[in-house]
């Protein structure tokens, strides 16, 4: 019975990724109506969405939002939320940190229920205060700089997150090197707040294994010229380049070595994924490693119907970034999940907060499945075991291991 059960639960959340409206149809005939006059069903629930849709940035920030954008479309065909349909309310931050606290002070103005959003660390940090004195639920699908759900303490926090934060990707990929016995590892990190917190837990990952960096290289943005640093690197001993940063310099790092002619291995967090990095760098990044929560291969149905519908809707062969389509997709999900908790149908920010905090249905998503992704403590629904090591190959991105590849056929619980 149990078997038959999670088999029609997962038939109903795959219908949904293709299209259909069975789940939420579902949702509708059984969470119960709030009390007093029946609700106006021309109504809608707003929430806001906020990343950088233009600028530098705006390579993961637009798969981001069309992630988004795909999972409100599939949620609004099947009913929405009790028959209300979900309105997305889209402020563009430009990856600018003063641009960023103005377009969250106008969602809060335009009265969303709660917002999905943020890819750099730096403009979520300058934000979060707006989110949190207005009571107002942020669940991050991109940014991920470890301190920004860590800066109000867990009952308090309305900072959600469902990207891997850089405290789980960086000893993954210092876990890797070692393995693969690169040991001596040189640092280059960007002078942004998300090098500053990455910088800081590629160190913290080292110095767990009794390590120190034998070379750390800071530099602002739009450096064009790393020759002189990686020179310091290779003379240092390094035997790996782990890079830290939010835009294309990570390319730089790669076409500097490779000028140098010094054939060492460059490692990373998810932004060696992104084209800045792939098409910046060129033959020069092949072989670059980096973690990943999602790798666009149609691996199991989920996600070959979660690829096919994205490449349908947004007329692309391939997704720039997937993690942050895919992140941003189920992010949707789970808050919409939420929502069903509200027993009193009153969307106020501390219901859906605690309604986050206490997900009653499991969802079967595309990068995970969440079971209890967050908890009054616990605002991250990721961990280490959902990850896994991508490889730059043929200008994409694949598994770097086989047995990966093959584990991943069953997507990762959050332990």
């Known amino acids: 019975m149990l078997e038959l059960t999670r088999w029609v639960r997962w038939t109903g959340v795959a219908a949904i990724a293709a299209g259909s409206s069975l789940m939420f149809a579902a949702h509708a005939q059984t969470a119960p109506a709030a009390p007093g006059p029946k609700a106006d069903t021309g109504n809608t629930v707003k929430i806001g969405v906020i990343g950088p849709f233009t600028g530098p940035s ?33 402020k563009d931050d430009e990856g600018d940190p003063v641009v960023g606290v103005k377009r969250s002070q106008e969602l809060v103005a335009e009265k969303v229920i709660a917002t999905i959003g943020f890819c750099n660390t730096g403009v979520a940090d300058k934000s979060l205060e707006v989110f949190q004195r207005n009571t107002l639920p942020l669940i991050i699908p991109c940014a991920t700089g470890s301190p920004l759900t860590t800066r109000y303490p867990g009952p308090d926090s309305y900072i959600f997150r469902t990207s891997a934060k850089d405290g789980i990707q960086a000893p993954f990929v210092v876990d890797d090197i070692l393995k693969r016995g690169w040991s001596k590892v040189a640092v280059f990190a960007d002078t942004t707040g998300y090098g500053e917190a990455g910088l800081k837990d590629v160190e913290s990952a080292l110095a767990a294994k009794n390590l120190k960096p034998v070379y750390v290289a800071r ?25 830290y940063a939010v835009g294309p310099e990570s390319a730089v790092v790669a076409r500097s070595r490779q000028a140098l002619k010094w054939n060492v291995p460059q490692v990373g967090a998810w932004p060696l994924s ?26 199991n149905e989920r996600r070959s119907s979660f690829l096919t519908s994205y490449a349908r809707k947004f007329k692309v062969k391939k997704i720039p970034v997937p993690m942050a389509a895919a992140q941003g997709y189920d992010a949707v999900y789970i808050l919409t999940y939420s929502l069903f908790g509200i027993r009193d149908g009153k969307l106020t920010g501390p219901a859906v907060k605690t309604a986050l905090e206490n997900l009653k249905r499991t969802y079967y998503g595309v990068v995970a499945t969440y079971e209890q992704p967050f908890s009054a403590q616990d605002k991250d629904a990721v961990t280490q075991n959902m990850l896994v090591m991508g490889m730059v190959k043929n200008s994409a991105i694949t598994f770097a291991y086989p047995e990966d590849a093959k584990r991943n056929l069953f997507v990762q619980r959050k332990q």
Do not use: W
């Not at 739009?222 to 310091?232: H, N, P, Q, R, Y």
């Open 274 to 299: 992104f084209p800045f990095f792939i098409d910046g760098a060129k033959e020069a990044g092949e072989g670059a490693l980096m973690a990943q929560t999602f790798i666009a291969e149609p691996s």
């Open 58 to 90: 705006a390579d993961f920030g637009v798969p981001m939002l069309n992630g988004i954008q795909q999972a409100f479309d599939e949620i609004n065909a099947g009913g929405g939320y009790l028959g209300r349909k979900l309105e997305l309310v889209r």
């Open 219 to 243: 530099f602002g943005l739009g450096v064009k010229d790393l020759s002189e640093e990686l020179k310091a690197a290779r003379d240092a001993g390094a035997n790996v380049v782990f890079s």
